[in-house]
């Protein structure tokens, strides 16, 4: 099979045809039919991220079809139509899995970094970590609520349900799809893009926020709420100083450059800060409960495989507006 593989982190992805994987017990194989790439794939090919499987196929955001499954494998057929997250193995025993944090697992395994993913025509998963997907998706534009979807889920959730005004800092990917979801429940988003980032502002309003701007720009109402998807740590103080008291502010992606220094009256007034780790295989389950009711579409970009560097490269700067997805088929 053709795979776009990560041999050295800081450097370009290498086309190469390697053997398509066989299933164990407990995994099923799938035929790719797309992969979105994540703001988590470039952390890891620029060691953000320091201890990837290598060499690596990266990609977790995989939708595809199921082709054959392992002996110990029940829930799933051949010829079921999957997605894959980042997520990818818990060791259900460790104290986190024990007591329903099975996103902190000590033993966690994660789908395109320390096991093989989707940047290829074919993957194997462990089939307790596939989401059974029903007709609608199969759809290469529906790659990234795999994880932009799943993880942007999980951020919005940790909020409060008495918030109404929310802020989201960086208006990529998990963005464009979660603001989807807040506006259906009535909530109203305030967008920050980077200063001057017209283009992106303009999608975050056909997205249906109420409001976008530069992340260096005051919002015309004080947030109740904030998540921040852009990587930059800087954002941290601002946001503060963004939300009213009491607020939340909830850090959305695995890795942020470092936080600078702030003074106490930012953090005052009961304001909090969390971190996302990860998702749960039952943030899956009630994301997808929940599109059942609210009409949610990408905005999507497609590459074929052997463009993912080029791709990669245009997410690194800027240039795509919602989400990019290879296309295998």
Same mark, same amino acid.
């Given at each position: ?8 982190q ?9 053997a ?12 790719i ?6 703001r ?24 595809g ?13 051949v ?32 789908t ?8 290829a025509e ?7 970590f ?23 889920f ?28 807040a ?6 988003i305030?967008?920050f ?6 283009r992106?502002?303009?999608?975050a ?11 260096? @720009?005051?919002?015309? +109402?004080? &947030? *109740? ?7 930059? !740590?800087?954002l %941290?103080?601002k ?11 909830i850090c ?43 009409p ?7 590459f074929?495989? @052997?463009?993912?560097? +080029?791709? &990669? *490269?245009m ?5 795509i507006? !919602?989400?990019? %997805?290879?296309?295998?088929?």
């Amino acid at each position: 099979m053709n795979a776009m593989i990560l041999e050295a982190q800081k450097k370009p992805l290498v086309f190469k045809k390697v053997a398509i994987p066989e299933p164990a017990d407990d995994e099923v194989q799938i035929k790719i039919k797309a992969c979105g790439i994540c703001r988590t794939d470039l952390h890891v090919m620029d060691a953000d991220l320091t201890s990837p499987k290598l060499p690596l196929i990266m990609g977790h955001e995989i939708t595809g079809r199921v082709t054959k499954i392992g002996k110990a494998v029940s829930g799933l057929q051949v010829d079921d139509f999957v997605g894959v997250p980042w997520l990818g193995y818990t060791c259900g025993k460790c104290k986190f899995c024990k007591r329903g944090q099975e996103n902190l697992c000590d033993y966690a395994r994660f789908t395109g970094y320390t096991i093989n993913g989707g940047y290829a025509e074919y993957t194997v998963a462990n089939a307790r970590f596939c989401f059974k997907l029903d007709g609608k998706y199969d759809d290469p534009s529906s790659a990234p609520l795999m994880c932009a979807g799943l993880i942007g889920f999980r951020s919005y959730h940790m909020i409060s349900t008495s918030a109404k005004n929310i802020g989201l800092y960086g208006f990529g990917a998990a963005a464009h799809i979660i603001t989807q979801v807040a506006v259906a429940q009535g909530k109203k988003i305030f967008a920050f893009t980077r200063d001057g980032d017209t283009r992106s502002q303009e999608f975050a309003k056909k997205m249906g926020a109420a409001w976008a701007g530069g992340s260096g @720009e005051n919002p015309p +109402e004080k &947030l *109740d709420a904030a998540i921040i998807f852009a990587a930059a !740590g800087e954002l %941290v103080p601002k946001t503060l100083q963004d939300v009213d008291k009491g607020g939340e502010v909830i850090c959305g992606g695995i890795h942020m450059s470092g936080i600078p220094a702030f003074s106490y009256d930012l953090l005052w007034g009961e304001r909090m800060i969390k971190s996302v780790a990860n998702l749960t295989r039952q943030d899956g389950l009630d994301f997808f409960d929940i599109l059942k009711d609210v009409p949610v579409k990408t905005q999507t970009q497609f590459f074929k495989p @052997e463009q993912a560097n +080029e791709a &990669l *490269d245009m997410f690194r700067s800027g240039k795509i507006t !919602g989400a990019a %997805v290879l296309v295998m088929e």
